[in-house]
């Protein structure tokens, strides 16, 4: 919208009055309202009516509506988005529909106002800043941004008021076109406010960048931006769920890590192949987020990934996205095939970077390493090689968990608790190879791990670079303090009678 239409737009909602009773339009709705004036738009001053610009919307109304219905008299309030339409309040009213009005968001619905609902146009108006700030838009450019949105627990009052198509969308949860959004009213407070936020991105994306990129990378961002943490006057967004209670019924997690647990993990390259129809299930939506929440939080893959955002309308959005990791693209599979194992509520991307440098062979006479108790895999700049046996043994004591008391552990691990089935604090090896070069078609975790404890012999199976760790949760590294001494050295041979 030029800056001339945007200023006219907000002065007609300085002057609208929201006492409005029919369902309208005011103008075809393949036309554009920014070319062309409304008839109600031009008599500013009576305030019977609301018109919310927008294409489907207006679909919508055209059908319900008597043609010359807009009379002089009317008021219009006009929304950033395509064309025109006029809701009349008492009509809304008696159908049971109220309206709440923030800057960004007109809010229709039907749900009983507790005060969950009353703030929700204040959520929706502290998150398009932050939107704004993530996608770098300039204020002016989102200032007079709006949208209109149905909050629905009847649908059928808002179809008898036109807002909403009899044939129209089916949707599970929420639907985003143009700038009109609808929403299923949910059970918890967290997932209102998620859904609304979820449909306000797709809005915002379409309205300030143009476009949004691929089918993954518009449903992941949508959630990524819509995980939030509200304290009734401060809003964040693109948050890491740090544990369940704080999102109520979001429940993607748990599905990630279900599927992985089935063995159903996906590669990179099958989040980014995900289609339209699969978004039937909520998993779809899960492993969306999971990618774009660690391309997101991955110190070594953010900026770039943030950078990405300017392509969003260009065709081959997913192979710029491919191009821009392509010095790194073995590693961010297999550190996704690992992130995608071992997801957890509070995910600790900073602790859980991998070091990927390739190590020379083991010395002769061994060798001794510092392992740190608070970080993910570890490299012990170390080469072990396929059918040779390596002797590894550990000592040292360090803290695994600091609530309710401090708890400490040696490389055996803590059995009044486990993780993943082994005592938590146990010392873990795996070999990685890096020599594979089929990372992007794999789900498996490159990073099995095998229990060492204070000493074990390993004999592996393939040439690659020894990484230890302790074992715990990804999710719970910020409370473990303190290292471990291990060494390294090739197994004596046995002797015959052993
Ligand atoms: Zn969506």
């Known amino acids: 919208m030029p800056p001339r239409a945007i200023l006219r737009a907000s002065m007609v909602l300085l002057m609208c009055g929201w006492a409005v009773a029919e369902v309208h339009t005011t103008s075809p709705w393949a036309h554009s309202a920014e070319t062309k004036e409304s008839p109600s738009a031009a008599v500013p001053g009576r305030s019977n009516r609301l018109d919310v610009r927008n294409s489907t919307l207006d679909r919508v109304a055209q059908r319900k509506v008597t043609p010359g219905t807009s009379q002089a008299g009317n008021q219009t309030l006009r929304s950033a988005t395509t064309t025109a339409v006029t809701v009349d309040a008492a009509r809304l009213r008696d159908a049971g529909i109220r309206v709440l009005k923030g800057t960004h968001l007109i809010l229709l619905t039907d749900v009983p106002v507790s005060a969950a609902v009353r703030e929700l146009p204040r959520v929706f108006d502290a998150a398009c800043p932050l939107w704004a700030d993530y996608f770098k838009i300039d204020r002016q450019r989102y200032d007079h941004w709006r949208v209109t949105g149905c909050l629905m627990q009847d649908r059928s009052r808002f179809q008898h008021v036109g807002l909403l198509d009899q044939d129209g969308p089916k949707f599970l949860h929420g639907y985003a076109e143009n700038g009109m959004l609808w929403w299923n009213e949910q059970p918890t407070a967290y997932y209102r406010r998620h859904l609304i936020l979820h449909e306000g991105v797709h809005s ?11 089918v993954w990378y518009r449903e992941g961002m949508a959630e990524l931006l819509a995980t939030h943490r509200w304290d009734g006057k401060k809003l964040e967004v693109g948050r890491f769920p740090e544990s369940r209670r704080e999102v109520p019924m979001l429940g993607r997690i748990k599905l990630v890590q279900d599927a992985a647990g089935e063995g159903r993990a996906l590669s990179v390259k099958q989040v980014m192949s995900i289609v339209p129809r699969d978004f039937e299930k909520n998993e779809a939506y899960a492993w969306c987020w999971a990618l774009t929440a660690f391309l997101d939080g991955h110190p070594a893959y953010r900026q770039r990934f943030r950078g990405l955002s300017a392509n969003v309308r260009k065709p081959d959005f997913t192979a710029r996205l491919v191009a821009a990791y392509r010095d790194d693209w073995r590693e961010l599979n297999d550190e996704w095939r690992f992130y995608a194992a071992n997801l957890e509520h509070g995910y600790d991307f900073n602790r859980t970077v991998i070091r990927f440098t390739h190590a020379p062979p083991l010395p002769r006479d061994g060798k001794q390493v510092t392992i740190r108790a ?11 090689i396929a059918g040779v046996t390596y002797e590894i043994s550990a000592s040292g004591r360090y803290q695994v968990a600091r609530q309710p008391r401090v708890w400490w552990s040696e490389p055996g691990g803590v059995s009044i608790r486990y993780y993943h089935g082994r005592p938590l604090g146990m010392l873990l090896a795996t070999v990685y190879d890096d020599r594979h070069d089929d990372a992007a078609d794999r789900s498996d975790t490159p990073f099995d791990p095998v229990p060492v404890g204070l000493r074990t012999e390993i004999t592996p199976k393939h040439t690659g670079t020894l990484m230890l760790r302790i074992n715990d949760s990804a999710g ?23």
């Not at 409370?479 to 001494?485: H, Q």
Request: no cysteine; net charge positive; aromatic share 4%.
């Open 476 to 498: 719970e590294l910020d409370d473990n303090a303190g290292t471990l001494r291990i060494t390294i050295r090739p197994a004596k041979p046995r002797r015959a009678s052993e």
């Open 204 to 214: 915002f994306m379409q309205s300030m960048l143009g476009g949004s990129g691929a």
């Open 374 to 384: 608070d970080r993910g895999w570890q490299n012990t700049g170390t080469m072990l």
